[in-house]
């Protein structure tokens, strides 16, 4: 029988590596998945006590999580995003951090019931890949790499929450135009407090695609001879960003706001999400080291 | 002793009889002097609103004879007009009607707020007149808790239960604030009005008022601290408007497809509310095929009531558990007052003795500060030490609902006097 390198399997933790980072990061995994819990049963019994103490959970998982990241890059001695487990890792907690900052400045945690277990699940697919800590290969090693991958995450963050939001936005809106206000009608935010801010995120996540983009060009240039080289993630990345440019354009000009903004806020995560796992599993490309 | 409810309210009695036993502010004042003019009533408190009038009191046996017929005194009421429409709870089923009466559990309308303000003007008035004491003081500030608790824990009070209020409920779901929101009235409806008159109260930015009549427009405008416009502007002031509520009696769609589209391409596509209270409808039902239009007519704004009615009543089955948990807990409190006065006095009697004792062996012995100090420490822990079966007994037979026996059996057997307050106001008077 084949074993499927997984969450408990040893072949993930290699001889040679310091398995502390990992333990750390399944530690944190227990926390995230404490918090989406409670927050789910927010969505039931909406009691502030509870959603403070989901808040505080996810503050935990996200601070063991930090402790993880820290620890890996030391083994790693890189930025831990080479990997299809270190981005996703990475990017879980950049979610559960920039969550964090929207809670504690809009404090609307009915969001949460949707953002945490949402970001549980990222945790829970990046445990399932392999999580050896393999050497940068030569081509990469740049600070290049620390710039391109931070600006990019950033921009994919704030759309992730767009997402989020977006889709918060199109349940709340079927409740009103079917005229059935039951159910989650009460407790979700108004639509305008949701438009406006899938419109923040978007506007905060735009200028960080648009920079990621760039510095990845720059990058590409020191380590393989090219600024652009049509290479799937390169491509997929373009048609994302003209999605958001799209988007806000729409918006500026001829007033794409309201439900066709989260409908398109959903695609254009749907982009994200491809450009993200789609190009690295499905298309083969320069890009294609990360997926293992 | 126990407490008393005598009342009566809207299910029981019809409004002309309920008008005629309310009580003003200076009326309860007079009231209460009555009322406690006698050792049968201790303690006395008047509810009266315009759907009850209700007496809360801690009373003696015979308690409610006494308020019945203070009340006919006081109201030029027969007694053969009171008696069919009076309800008499006593205990346990007195204190679960008076935090059901402050939960707005009894209330016409399920879940109203108003209820919660009036229990409570009426207890601070009470407590100022001095006509409540240590159990009515306790009981109305765990029925307001009990109030607070069901309104945070249920959704009683949480969706709106009239057309108006539902149209406003909406309008906060899709805009969020409203306060830099503009509102328009189209003709002058009864209902439109006071839908207009709620948005205004929520803090619409602007409303604009719109009639075939402009001088009836007007009129309406200054009423509702607004502007008028004419009719011919319609087309413009919708460009401007997020929420429109319609109450035309037009015969035909004043607000059509076509025009809202144009009005909507006009305006960016932000989102527009129709409110279409009119009948025959002023609002063509196709407008909310428009993207980001919402339209309700009169038979969705009621169908929503109808639903908000029915998650009261669900509600409100949560809130009758909150109800008797609560209820039980202030009986215990209640049973262990039974025994607190005697606790006191035995305590007091007690320290008083040492005290005295020890004050003569102190000055007999001379003794320097350090020693009177240990004197003082070892007969205090006598005292207590011996004071402590006696008391956790009376507190165990409080509990056990048998205080007032062993309460009067301590009293004889150690000669005490009670100084409750009740004696004091007792002797006051």
């Given at each position: 029988?084949?074993?499927?390198?997984?969450?408990?399997?040893?072949?993930?933790?290699?001889?040679?590596?310091?398995?502390?980072?990992?333990?750390?990061?399944?530690?944190?995994?227990?926390?995230?998945?404490?918090?989406?819990?409670?927050?789910?049963?927010?969505?039931?019994?909406?009691?502030?006590?509870?959603?403070?103490?989901?808040?505080?959970?996810?503050?935990?998982?996200?601070?063991?999580?930090?402790?993880?990241?820290?620890?890996?890059?030391?083994?790693?001695?890189?930025?831990?995003?080479?990997?299809?487990?270190?981005?996703?890792?990475?990017?879980?907690?950049?979610?559960?951090?920039?969550?964090?900052?929207?809670?504690?400045?809009?404090?609307?945690?009915?969001?949460?019931?949707?953002?945490?277990?949402?970001?549980?699940?990222?945790?829970?697919?990046?445990?399932?890949?392999?999580?050896?800590?393999?050497?940068?290969?030569?081509?990469?090693?740049?600070?290049?790499?620390?710039?391109?991958?931070?600006?990019?995450?950033?921009?994919?963050?704030?759309?992730?929450?767009?997402?989020?939001?977006?889709?918060?936005?199109?349940i709340q809106e079927r409740y009103i135009r079917k005229k059935r206000l039951g159910g989650l009608f009460q407790k979700l935010?108004s639509l305008?407090?949701?438009?406006?801010?899938?419109?923040?995120?978007?506007?905060?996540?735009?200028?960080?695609?648009?920079?990621?983009?760039?510095?990845?060009?720059?990058?590409?240039?020191?380590?393989?001879?090219?600024?652009?080289?049509?290479?799937?993630?390169?491509?997929?990345?373009?048609?994302?960003?003209?999605?958001?440019?799209?988007?806000?354009?729409?918006?500026?000009?001829?007033?794409?706001?309201?439900?066709?903004?989260?409908?398109?806020?959903?695609?254009?995560?749907?982009?994200?999400?491809?450009?993200?796992?789609?190009?690295?599993?499905?298309?083969?490309?320069?890009?294609?080291?990360?997926?293992? | 002793?126990?407490?008393?409810?005598?009342?009566?309210?809207?299910?029981?009695?019809?409004?002309?009889?309920?008008?005629?036993?309310?009580?003003?502010?200076?009326?309860?004042?007079?009231?209460?002097?009555?009322?406690?003019?006698?050792?049968?009533?201790?303690?006395?408190?008047?509810?009266?609103?315009?759907?009850?009038?209700?007496?809360?009191?801690?009373?003696?046996?015979?308690?409610?004879?006494?308020?019945?017929?203070?009340?006919?005194?006081?109201?030029?009421?027969?007694?053969?007009?009171?008696?069919?429409?009076?309800?008499?709870?006593?205990?346990?089923?007195?204190?679960?009607?008076?935090?059901?009466?402050?939960?707005?559990?009894?209330?016409?309308v399920l879940g109203e707020?108003?209820?919660?303000?009036?229990?409570?003007?009426?207890?601070?008035?009470?407590?100022?007149?001095?006509?409540?004491?240590?159990?009515?003081?306790?009981?109305?500030?765990?029925?307001?808790?009990?109030?607070?608790?069901?309104?945070?824990?249920?959704g009683i009070g949480e969706s709106a239960v009239s057309v108006s209020y539902a149209a406003v409920e909406l309008a906060k779901k899709i805009f969020?604030?409203l306060?830099?929101?503009?509102?328009?009235?189209?003709?002058?409806g009864?209902m439109a009005?006071l839908a207009a008159?709620h948005l205004?109260?929520q803090?619409?930015?602007?409303?604009?008022?719109?009639?075939?009549?402009?001088?009836?427009?007007?009129?309406?405008?200054?009423?509702?601290?607004?502007?008028?416009?004419?009719?011919?502007?319609?087309?413009?002031?919708?460009?401007?408007?997020?929420i429109v509520i319609t109450s035309?009696?037009?015969?035909?769609?004043?607000?059509?497809?076509?025009?809202?589209?144009?009005?909507?391409?006009?305006?960016?596509?932000?989102p527009m509310f129709f409110i279409d209270i009119a009948v025959?409808r002023?609002v063509?039902p196709?407008v909310e095929?428009?993207?980001?239009v919402y339209a309700y007519d009169i038979d969705d704004l009621e169908q929503v009531v109808e639903e908000n009615r029915k998650r009261r009543e669900k509600e409100a089955?949560?809130?009758?558990?909150?109800?008797?948990?609560?209820?039980?807990?202030?009986?215990?409190?209640?049973?262990?007052?039974?025994?607190?006065?005697?606790?006191?006095?035995?305590?007091?009697?007690?320290?008083?003795?040492?005290?005295?004792?020890?004050?003569?062996?102190?000055?007999?012995?001379?003794?320097?500060?350090?020693?009177?100090?240990?004197?003082?420490?070892?007969?205090?822990?006598?005292?207590?030490?011996?004071?402590?079966?006696?008391?956790?007994?009376?507190?165990?037979?409080?509990?056990?609902?048998?205080?007032?026996?062993?309460?009067?059996?301590?009293?004889?057997?150690?000669?005490?006097?009670?100084?409750?307050?009740?004696?004091?106001?007792?002797?006051?008077?």
């Open positions: 029988m084949k074993i499927e390198p997984g969450l408990f399997s040893r072949s993930t933790l290699g001889g040679d590596v310091n398995k502390m980072d990992i333990v750390i990061f399944r530690v944190a995994a227990v926390f995230y998945l404490a918090s989406a819990l409670l927050y789910v049963y927010y969505l039931f019994r909406t009691r502030e006590r509870i959603s403070k103490r989901a808040y505080l959970l996810l503050t935990i998982a996200f601070m063991i999580h930090t402790l993880a990241l820290v620890s890996r890059a030391f083994v790693a001695r890189h930025l831990p995003a080479t990997n299809l487990f270190e981005s996703l890792s990475l990017f879980s907690w950049m979610v559960a951090g920039g969550y964090l900052l929207l809670e504690w400045r809009y404090k609307i945690p009915i969001l949460g019931s949707f953002v945490a277990p949402l970001n549980f699940l990222g945790v829970l697919i990046a445990t399932l890949n392999p999580q050896t800590v393999r050497p940068l290969p030569p081509a990469l090693k740049s600070t290049w790499l620390y710039i391109h991958a931070t600006t990019s995450f950033l921009g994919e963050v704030a759309f992730a929450l767009a997402f989020v939001v977006s889709s918060v936005y199109l935010p305008g407090q949701l438009d406006e801010l899938n419109y923040r995120l978007l506007t905060l996540g735009f200028p960080f695609l648009t920079l990621g983009i760039i510095t990845g060009a720059i990058w590409a240039q020191y380590a393989w001879g090219a600024y652009w080289s049509w290479d799937p993630k390169e491509t997929w990345s373009l048609i994302t960003w003209f999605i958001y440019a799209a988007i806000l354009h729409g918006r500026m000009t001829v007033g794409w706001r309201g439900r066709r903004a989260a409908i398109l806020s959903v695609v254009g995560f749907g982009a994200v999400l491809f450009t993200f796992l789609g190009v690295n599993l499905l298309l083969p490309g320069l890009h294609s080291y990360s997926s293992m | 002793m126990d407490i008393l409810v005598v009342g009566l309210n809207h299910r029981t009695s019809p409004i002309e009889l309920r008008e005629k036993l309310a009580f003003s502010q200076e009326e309860t004042q007079q009231a209460y002097e009555k009322f406690l003019d006698h050792r049968l009533v201790r303690e006395v408190m008047v509810l009266s609103t315009c759907n009850r009038v209700e007496v809360y009191s801690w009373a003696n046996t015979g308690g409610e004879k006494r308020i019945l017929s203070t009340l006919q005194e006081l109201k030029g009421v027969r007694k053969e007009e009171l008696l069919p429409v009076t309800y008499v709870y006593h205990g346990r089923e007195a204190v679960k009607h008076i935090f059901r009466v402050a939960s707005s559990l009894d209330s016409m707020p108003q209820i919660v303000g009036q229990v409570k003007d009426a207890f601070e008035q009470a407590m100022a007149s001095e006509a409540t004491g240590v159990i009515l003081n306790q009981l109305m500030k765990k029925a307001l808790s009990v109030s607070k608790r069901i309104r945070t824990e249920t969020g604030e306060d830099r929101k503009k509102a328009l009235l189209v003709g002058a009864e009005e008159q205004v109260n803090g619409v930015a602007q409303l604009v008022v719109v009639n075939r009549t402009f001088s009836r427009a007007q009129e309406l405008a200054e009423k509702l601290h607004g502007e008028a416009a004419p009719m011919e502007n319609l087309p413009q002031e919708l460009v401007d408007a997020d035309t009696g037009a015969q035909e769609y004043i607000i059509t497809r076509d025009m809202v589209q144009r009005v909507m391409r006009e305006r960016k596509m932000k025959p002023d063509d196709q095929r428009v993207e980001n089955t949560k809130a009758e558990r909150i109800v008797e948990e609560e209820v039980e807990n202030f009986l215990h409190w209640l049973r262990s007052q039974e025994v607190v006065p005697v606790i006191v006095s035995l305590r007091n009697w007690c320290d008083e003795i040492r005290k005295r004792e020890l004050e003569k062996t102190v000055s007999r012995m001379k003794l320097n500060g350090e020693e009177a100090k240990a004197l003082e420490a070892l007969t205090s822990a006598i005292v207590n030490k011996i004071l402590h079966p006696p008391l956790s007994y009376m507190k165990e037979a409080a509990s056990k609902g048998e205080g007032e026996k062993v309460a009067r059996l301590v009293k004889e057997l150690f000669a005490l006097e009670e100084k409750d307050e009740h004696k004091d106001r007792d002797q006051r008077q």
